[in-house]
């Protein structure tokens, strides 16, 4: 792949938009070698992934106006499903996504960090959707993603106006979950991806499935989507594991007797 590298750490998956001269701004093959990568990740070695931008400059800061520039209706209409396609992907993906947002995220960047389950970025982070702008509305799930992250009205607040915000401020809107200094931010995305390697995998992406599935129906049928999933951890060796690793211990902390003293 010439946009797109992948490293594996571990249980975890490193995948980095490496397009640094365009700020690793996103075009069709750029689009086509992520889908391809999510398709090559080994769900057998691998319990969660980390999707970050190269360079320390950008994440991505957005969809490559230089090819969006002579699309007809049809071609843009084509190009915002390509895009939906890869972003869906990524956020039904069957393992948690950390989105690291090194620099820019707009537009598009900001579109496919909303993809990722979870955000943390560095100081020097910008998000927004600056589509408005441009004559165009955002095309890569940003006018729905942002709105179920934020609520509507501050989403339509940054959509309308096209205003970018800093890291602080989207870290108070609930964006991101966390802001780091920008040296620190890759080891804090590995720290959090190996916390979430350590616990049981198949639980953990019943969880997100859980998640991700009862956000779209109303609660008499998420909590069925909850019961299915509950039950479906059952009789696995990781349930039997972790049942039985924690009767074990309160086990041996209930045969512990305190030594009689005579004073």
Known sequence: MEFITYEQDGFVGIITINRPKALNALNSQVLDELDAALDAVDLNTTR????????DKSFVAGADIGEMSSLTKAEGEAFGKKGNDVFRKLETFPLPVIAAVNGFALGGGCEISMSCDIRICS???????PEVGLGITPGFGGTQ???????AGMAKQMIYTARNIKADEA???GLVNAVY?????????KK???GIAAQAPIAVRNC???????????MDQAIVIEEKLFGDC???????AGMGNFLEKDKEKKLKVVPFQNK
């Open 145 to 151: 993603r942002l709105a179920r992250l934020v609520g």
């Open 181 to 189: 200094p920008a040296e620190e931010l890759m080891t804090a995305a």
């Open 123 to 129: 100081e020097n982070a910008v998000f927004g959707q």
């Open 171 to 173: 870290y108070r809107i």
């Open 48 to 55: 969660a992934l980390i999707l970050t931008g190269a360079g």
């Open 234 to 240: 059952f009789e696995t060796e990781d349930q039997k």
């Open 192 to 194: 959090m991806a190996a």
């Open 208 to 218: 997100k499935k859980a998640i991700n599935d009862g956000l779209q129906v109303d």
